[in-house]
């Protein structure tokens, strides 16, 4: 490898090495070790200090881990249960705004988790439309949660399954109705096999997504139904008890990990190429077909944009209010600081990814160019990373299949460790760089750090997988045009990466600006940002807080909205890695 | 003058490859040598995975031989990188720049040697005439049929003035009744530029009606068919 890329890679893997694996070797360190820094914090708060083990013997963290769990797990269920059909529909049915509803399926992508916490107030909550409706609140029940989780994993199950469905063989189903099977026989002896792979390891992401999100939790579960994210939270900033905050943070890290594991055996088994002869939509044209496809719309329109237009319903019910909470001396402060925060920590995740993706493009091409000699030899891996249908599956997949040589396997590592801020949930983020970093926890650089971690990986994966999917032939047709490597890269690589460096950008600003948890642990007063406000007038009593908190959820939706729109301007119709939506935060 | 001595290079199997590929490396050149006078187009035909595609990329720069030379008019080429040596290859799928406009994918090289962008458009929408495309110079290549693609493909690699050009099966993508007519067109136009080429293909009609002399290789050497 020459010295540009392993320059490119040293900064991105300096700053992981510094706000991710530190922190968590400290957490680690803090959960395993008595005696250590934590443990004199908890001499202050009083209490015995918990054990490894003690977390299972302590009624009320048994409980959290518990529900963690559990609410995970019935939430893929019902992702699953709704998905599936949904995803069935849309793959199989052509009709008036199909595009449309492909594209809506990435609005919770890019949609902050406060906004959607505040929407499924407004649907289900103390006064919400639906729950006054039909007489039926929510309220201090553990479905408020679980709307939530429906509401950002709905679309990331339906977009899989949408995907995998149009990789079903046409031939083949249609041998199988040619030989006597119904459709739903077709279905479930020809289609469900060839699909449950992607759908479950999908269904991995939504139970990882679910266990290690914060944002929903905290203000859908109230204090009763509070996962163990939040309990970490609570532990550190309200009762100082950061010791037994570490043995939980560490059998979150536990399990989550297990479920990751589960995950990389399911990416193994994925990397496929393509199929030709995937099955095209057909026109919904029969009566039944079309109250399918209203029905499937229905379900989509009730999950994922009703709580949207709901919280807008909430804003706009009284203008003048609104525009006052807008025009706040807060509401601007607020604004400024979540814009110039986000700005900032855009410009530091974008340097980082794009030295990232570069980076580990070079490292992953080199060994398998020189091994065979010959770029046409390597056109195989080519296409499974071009056809990877998840980036980690890709990953996964050479990390476990590579046996080519060190360099080839160090490459993937320095690949994966790209999806470090993906594994590890930005509560826990957060509490390692306070352990770490106890003087600085209030400094403008670790907060916009902490910022651009999760938001750099966005950049990375969009950048590296724009350069996996582009073709070498024309970077070679370049060098023997007459260009030098550094021409080629300016005038053939650099311009042909450039809607996938917009793209990734256009996720990371939505990250960024909807970015809450690490808000929570690491920032001061008077930097506040629209997401903490929310918090804070939810936290407050009164229908003059509860009106306020949506009006700020609208702004902040529109300012999301705007990098939708951003992302719809690069051409983005297709979902994006699927890895790359990290825990909710 | 085309002259290639000795060239030697080796195809290793991957240990993940499946089992019932050869383990044992296999010579993609072995002792290969070749000679391409100007205005000369010289067949190399062979079986898929023969190394034709491996021999066009170790004349081009792209990959490395084990051993052997590679020299043009007397220049011992072997070391020199890609753009150095100034010769262009078609490949198989056109690679044309999807960036970029008909005209701006043709006058690449010569932008690449220094030549002022105006210029080189001017010198190019001048190419695309002899291809009849002088109307899609604006276009962008994505809109292009294939046969278009390919005269594109061949008009970018004459306007670079390359020493060499290097033809991989550039008619595969194409159906039977536009290959043979592109066939006809593109042996008159390198005939005219009076250059040396080297066309690897597994179509022996096609090699037999562009190449003076023809070889098949076979164990990474050279047969003599005609």
Excluded at chain 1, 194 to 223: K, N, T
Excluded at chain 1, 236 to 260: C, F, K, Q, Y
Excluded at chain 1, 350 to 359: D, E, K, R, S, Y
Aim: a positive charge.
């Amino acid at each position: 490898m020459s010295v540009g890329p392993r320059a490119l890679l040293a900064l991105p893997l300096l700053f992981l090495a510094g706000l991710v694996v530190a922190p968590l070797v400290r957490l680690v360190w803090e959960g395993l070790v008595p005696g250590s820094g934590a443990w004199a914090a908890l001499s202050l708060a009083g209490g015995e200090p918990l054990t490894l083990w003690g977390v299972w013997q302590d009624p009320h963290l048994r409980f959290r881990l518990l529900w963690s769990l559990a609410q995970a797990g019935i939430s893929t269920g019902l992702t699953l249960l709704l998905g599936l059909p949904v995803a069935w529909v849309l793959a199989r049915y052509r009709f008036a705004g199909r595009e449309w509803a492909l594209r809506l399926l990435m609005l919770p992508f890019v949609v902050p988790t406060l906004v959607a916490a505040l929407g499924v107030l407004a649907l289900w909550g103390p006064s919400g439309v639906w729950s006054g409706a039909l007489g039926l609140s929510l309220e201090d029940s553990p479905a408020l949660l679980l709307v939530g989780n429906l509401f950002f994993n709905l679309c990331l199950v339906v977009r899989a399954g949408v995907d995998a469905l149009a990789q079903v063989s046409a031939s083949r189903l249609a041998a199988a109705r040619t030989l006597g099977a119904t459709p739903w026989r077709a279905f479930w002896r020809v289609e469900w096999p060839a699909i449950r792979l992607p759908v479950a390891s999908a269904l991995c992401l939504v139970f990882l997504y679910c266990f290690a999100g914060m944002g929903l939790a905290l203000v859908l579960g109230g204090q009763r139904w509070a996962t163990a994210e939040v309990e970490i939270y609570t532990l550190v900033a309200h009762e100082l008890r950061l010791a037994d905050a570490s043995v939980l943070a560490l059998w979150t890290l536990v399990l989550g990990g297990s479920v990751t594991a589960v995950y990389a055996v399911l990416a193994n088994r994925l990397a496929h190429p393509r199929r030709a002869d995937g099955v095209l939509p057909r026109p919904a044209t029969r009566p039944h077909q079309r109250v399918v496809v209203v029905v499937a719309l229905g379900v989509l329109g009730m999950v994922s944009v009703a709580p949207l237009v709901g919280t807008v319903g909430w804003a706009l019910a009284d203008v003048p209010a609104l525009w006052r909470v807008w025009t706040a001396p807060d509401t601007l402060a607020a604004l400024w600081n979540t814009l110039r925060f986000s700005a900032m920590a855009l410009a530091v995740a974008t340097v980082l990814g794009v030295c990232q993706g570069l980076a580990v493009f070079h490292w992953n091409q080199r060994p398998e160019i020189s091994r065979n000699g010959d770029f046409s030899d390597s056109k195989d891996s080519f296409i499974k990373k071009r056809q990877s249908r998840f980036f980690l599956f890709f990953l996964f997949d050479k990390l476990i299949a590579s046996r080519s040589g060190p360099p080839a396997r160090l490459g993937v590592l320095v690949r994966a460790s790209t999806l470090l801020p993906f594994v590890v949930s930005p509560v826990v983020v957060a509490f390692g760089l306070l352990l770490l970093y106890p003087g600085h926890t209030a400094s403008l650089w670790l907060l916009v750090a902490a910022y651009a971690l999760l938001a750099y990986p966005f950049v990375g994966q969009h950048v590296a997988h724009a350069l996996d999917a582009m073709p070498p032939q024309w970077q070679q047709a370049a060098r023997t045009l007459g260009a030098s490597p550094w021409r080629v890269f300016w005038r053939v690589t650099l311009p042909l990466m450039v809607p996938a460096l917009r793209r990734g950008m256009a996720f990371a600003a939505a990250t960024a600006l909807g970015e809450f948890a690490v808000s929570l642990f690491l920032s001061r007063p008077e930097w506040t940002t629209l997401t903490t406000l929310i918090y804070q007038h939810l936290g407050r009593p009164g229908a003059d807080n509860l009106h306020a908190a949506h009006a700020l959820s609208l702004l902040l939706m529109l300012l999301a909205l705007g990098v939708f729109l951003l992302l719809d301007a690069a051409g983005a119709a297709t979902v994006p890695p699927r890895a790359s939506k990290g825990p909710h935060a | 003058m085309l002259e290639v001595t000795g060239l030697c290079k080796r195809y290793w199997p991957a240990p993940d490859e499946p089992a019932s590929q050869p383990s044992a490396p296999r010579w993609l050149a072995h002792q290969l040598s070749l000679q391409v006078a100007a205005g000369e187009t010289v067949a190399v035909l062979g079986a898929s995975g023969s190394g034709k595609s491996t021999l066009l990329a170790m004349l081009a720069g792209l990959e490395a031989p084990e051993a052997g030379t590679v020299c043009v008019d007397g220049d011992d080429v072997t070391h020199w990188p890609p753009e150095r040596r100034r010769f262009a290859l078609m490949f198989q799928d056109f690679a044309l720049f999807p960036h970029l406009t008909v005209q701006d994918n043709v006058a690449f090289a010569r932008i690449e040697q220094g030549c002022r962008k105006a210029q080189a458009r001017q010198e190019a929408v001048a190419m695309l005439a002899r291809f009849g495309l002088a109307d899609r110079a604006l276009s962008p290549v994505t809109q292009l049929s294939g046969g278009e693609q390919q005269r594109v493909a061949l008009a970018r690699a004459l306007l670079s003035a390359p020493r060499l050009l290097l033809l991989d099966e550039p008619f595969s993508a194409l159906d039977a009744d536009l290959r043979q007519q592109l066939r006809l067109d593109f042996s008159a136009h390198i005939r005219s530029a009076g250059m040396a080429c080297v066309l690897v293909t597994h179509d022996e009609a096609e090699a037999r009606a562009m190449g003076q002399r023809g070889y098949r290789l076979v164990g990474g050497q050279l047969q003599a068919l005609w």
